[in-house]
Each structure stands twice: as structure tokens, then as C-alpha cells.
């Protein structure tokens, strides 16, 4: 696929087929990742791939599985969201959180090195290994596209990463930023639409 055909493609999508993905195709997408700027010239990156069910459900043990309308509303609401596509957009995410990580064909947990810790910086660079990794997540998105696949992502919430942690074994200095699912889509998953943006009205030359 066309470089600009694979942004213009890609798309979170959070309906999935509940079919494998070849591990040989996964390999080539993380190998995307693997190509993106290391803020160490190192990439301290790991990947964790989970595709047995059993593994997946544990992982994903703190998730809720399901979201009432009533919380639902409480939960947009409460955001405070004045535009159209950013409330219909959570409105589709927010009772999902969990089916998609576990119909997705493959879910990808990525780790990178962070030394100092993540939520008290002491300067902007102290976020460096952070700023990488999702370069990385990035990478992986657009290559995702390029093989025909989806993905989705979700951020840890609190007690989340401490969990992950602890199931996973993995090193202390090593943090996950996400859950990534990569799976093909669903043939009726929501496609939400996006807000049109203009790149002359977000470009400024020589001053703002």
C-alpha cells in the first residue's frame, strides 16, 4: 500500500473479527515499529503478544467488560464535550474498552526502559523514552493499515499498570503506555466520523 493511501486509511476501529492474525504479518508490523526514532539510539523497546484467549482474559482482569447506558451518559457527560464527533466518538469507545482487546485476532502489549519516574518528570527530556515509544505505536498503526489490519488502544487506568506488572513479570524499570489490539475489522464496526481539519488553518509561517 501507498504510503499516503495507509494514513489516509487508518482508522481506530473497535469491532473486530474474531480471527487470528498470521504471526509472521505481526512480526512485519513490529518491525515497522522498530524503524521509528529511539530517543537512546537503543529502542529499549519489548513487545508481549498475547493470542490465547485464556492469557488475554486475565490480562484484561481489571477492565470492565460492560458499561450501562446510565453510566454511559454520566461518564460524556460529566467531560464536559461540546462537539459532535468527539461525544459520539466516546460514546462508541467507552462501552468497548474491553471487547475490543479481547475479539481482536492479536493484542500487543509494548514496553520501553523509563528510569526516572513517568508521572513526576523533572524535565521535559526526563520524557524522552516515552515521546519514542509512541513513535513506535505510530509505526505500527500505519503498518497495520498497510497489511489490510486494525487497531485500537486503550491507556491503562489506575491500578492497571500495577496489575500488568505483576501478571506480565516484567522488569520494574519497564513501563507499558498501552493495550494495542491489531485484528481485522468487523464487516459492521462503526466507522465514527472525523473532524475535518484543514492544514492552511493549523500551519503558520515564520511567527503564530
Not at 481489571?62 to 461518564?75: A, D, S
Not at 519514542?132 to 491503562?156: D, H, K, Q, T, V
Request: with cysteine.
Amino acid at each position: 500500500m501507498d504510503f499516503y493511501e495507509a494514513v489516509k486509511s487508518r482508522r481506530t476501529v473497535r469491532d473486530f473479527k474474531e480471527e487470528p492474525v498470521d504471526m509472521e504479518v505481526i512480526k512485519r508490523i513490529l518491525s515497522a515499529g522498530l524503524k521509528a526514532p529511539s530517543n537512546d539510539h537503543l529502542r529499549n523497546w519489548e513487545f508481549v503478544i498475547l493470542n490465547d484467549k485464556s492469557e488475554i482474559e486475565k490480562v484484561l482482569k481489571k477492565i470492565p467488560k460492560k458499561v450501562t447506558e446510565k453510566r454511559l451518559e454520566f461518564i460524556v457527560n460529566s467531560m464536559g464535550l461540546k462537539n459532535e464527533c468527539q461525544q459520539k466518538m466516546y460514546q462508541d469507545a467507552i462501552p468497548k474498552q474491553y471487547s475490543m482487546l479481547h475479539n481482536a485476532g492479536c493484542l500487543v502489549l509494548p514496553f520501553y526502559r523509563q528510569k526516572a519516574p513517568l508521572l513526576a518528570p523533572k524535565t521535559l527530556s526526563s520524557l524522552n523514552g516515552f515521546a519514542s515509544i509512541w513513535c513506535c505505536i505510530e509505526n505500527i498503526f500505519l503498518a497495520a493499515a498497510a497489511e489490510g489490519l486494525a487497531c485500537s488502544m486503550r491507556i491503562p487506568m489506575t491500578g492497571e499498570t500495577e496489575y500488568l506488572a505483576e501478571v506480565m513479570g516484567c522488569p520494574t524499570d519497564y513501563f507499558m503506555p498501552c493495550f494495542l489490539s491489531i485484528g481485522y475489522p468487523a464487516e459492521e464496526a462503526a466507522v465514527i466520523e472525523q473532524k475535518e481539519v484543514k492544514i492552511e488553518d493549523k500551519i503558520h509561517i515564520n511567527k503564530w
